[in-house]
C-alpha cells in the first residue's frame, strides 16, 4: 500500500517517519519529496508498506496526529498523473 504524508515539519527525516509508521507493520520504502534546486524537504512524502490493513490502521490512527509539531495529514496515495512537460 502506497501512502501520502503531508503536513510534516522540515526536520523530520526518513528515519524517524519509518519508525512512526513501523509501529503499525513491515515498512518497505520511505520516500521525502525535496525542492530539486535546493535539496530542502517540501514538508510531504510517501510511504510504501508491504500490508494493505497495517496500512489502513495506520493511516486511521495517525491521520491528523500531531508529530515533531505538526498535525500530519495522511491518506492513501493516488495514482500519479501524467502531466505535460513545461519548457522554460
Do not use: C, W
Amino acid at each position: 500500500m502506497q501512502i501520502y504524508v503531508g503536513n510534516m515539519s522540515y526536520q523530520t527525516t526518513e528515519e524517524t517517519i519509518k519508525s512512526l509508521f513501523e509501529q503499525y507493520g513491515k515498512v518497505q520504502k520511505v520516500t521525502l519529496i525535496k525542492d530539486r534546486e535546493t535539496q530542502r524537504p517540501k514538508g510531504f512524502g510517501f510511504i510504501s508498506m508491504s500490508d494493505d490493513n497495517a496500512g489502513t490502521k495506520a493511516i486511521e490512527e495517525l491521520n491528523q496526529q500531531e508529530f515533531e509539531g505538526r498535525a500530519l495529514k495522511i491518506n492513501e496515495a493516488k495514482p500519479r498523473e501524467e502531466r505535460p512537460r513545461r519548457d522554460y
